[in-house]
């Protein structure tokens, strides 16, 4: 009689073959294909940047993506938090600043450098990554529009503890001003043009504290 192989070093092959593939280091820089994600995403946004472009420009293959960030959507959240993260962030700006209006006014020249870089795509990701999408992006959308009410929602509060009146208008104010530079940035505006922008954006300022 025939003795039949036992399965269990069937198994164990198979194990160890599964160890072996899934110990093995990726064969791509993870923080550099972020990165590059993160500038197709700012350049073109969620929707009009496929997967196709996404592999190619990252060099990895659609299952190495999967592996490394899960699916498109998760990809663009760490692009977004890339993005947001640094030294310098729209709420350290604004708690550093001597007032609310210096507050402003960093936001707005931070912005005018942010939105030219010699390196990265013009305007902001913020503003244009999900500005017009259909409904199964309408939660990256969501997303990016609360990122922004948070900044402005920081600001307002800054304003308010300065005792300046109309808080809410004064930071919607700003926060507009923001996106309208980042249109003109994405339609060829220089640095020097925002700034200038940004100068004239605060000339209304209150000066003083009085309501």
């Given at each position: 009689?025939?003795?039949?192989?036992?399965?269990?070093?069937?198994?164990?092959?198979?194990?160890?073959?599964?160890?072996?593939?899934?110990?093995?280091?990726?064969?791509?820089?993870?923080?550099?294909?972020?990165?590059?994600?993160?500038?197709?995403?700012?350049?073109?946004?969620?929707?009009?940047?496929?997967?196709?472009?996404?592999?190619?420009?990252?060099?990895?293959?659609?299952?190495?993506?999967?592996?490394?960030?899960?699916?498109?959507?998760?990809?663009?959240?760490?692009?977004?938090?890339?993005?947001?993260?640094?030294?310098?962030?729209?709420?350290?700006?604004?708690?550093?600043?001597?007032?609310?209006?210096?507050?402003?006014?960093?936001?707005?020249?931070?912005?005018?450098?942010?939105?030219?870089?010699?390196?990265?795509?013009?305007?902001?990701?913020?503003?244009?990554?999900?500005?017009?999408?259909?409904?199964?992006?309408?939660?990256?959308?969501?997303?990016?529009?609360?990122?922004?009410?948070?900044?402005?929602?920081?600001?307002?509060?800054?304003?308010?503890?300065?005792?300046?009146?109309?808080?809410?208008?004064?930071?919607?104010?700003?926060?507009?001003?923001?996106?309208?530079?980042?249109?003109?940035?994405?339609?060829g505006a220089s640095q020097g043009r925002l700034l200038a922008v940004a100068e004239?954006?605060?000339?209304?300022?209150?000066?003083?504290?009085?309501?």
């Amino acid at each position: 009689m025939e003795t039949a192989q036992p399965a269990p070093e069937t198994t164990s092959v198979s194990t160890r073959e599964t160890a072996r593939r899934t110990g093995r280091p990726r064969a791509f820089d993870r923080e550099a294909a972020l990165h590059t994600a993160m500038l197709l995403f700012w350049r073109h946004g969620y929707e009009a940047t496929s997967l196709a472009d996404l592999t190619a420009a990252m060099g990895i293959s659609p299952p190495s993506l999967y592996a490394a960030f899960g699916d498109k959507k998760a990809l663009f959240r760490a692009a977004v938090e890339r993005y947001l993260a640094g030294p310098v962030t729209s709420a350290s700006l604004i708690a550093t600043a001597p007032s609310a209006r210096a507050a402003a006014a960093a936001l707005l020249q931070a912005a005018a450098v942010g939105f030219t870089g010699a390196d990265t795509p013009p305007g902001c990701l913020l503003a244009t990554g999900a500005i017009s999408c259909s409904t199964a992006a309408a939660d990256v959308q969501g997303e990016l529009a609360a990122i922004r009410r948070a900044v402005e929602a920081t600001l307002r509060d800054r304003i308010v503890a300065d005792g300046l009146p109309q808080a809410d208008a004064l930071a919607a104010h700003v926060m507009a001003v923001i996106q309208g530079m980042s249109t003109l940035a994405r339609d060829g505006a220089s640095q020097g043009r925002l700034l200038a922008v940004a100068e004239v954006a605060l000339a209304g300022w209150p000066d003083s504290q009085s309501t």
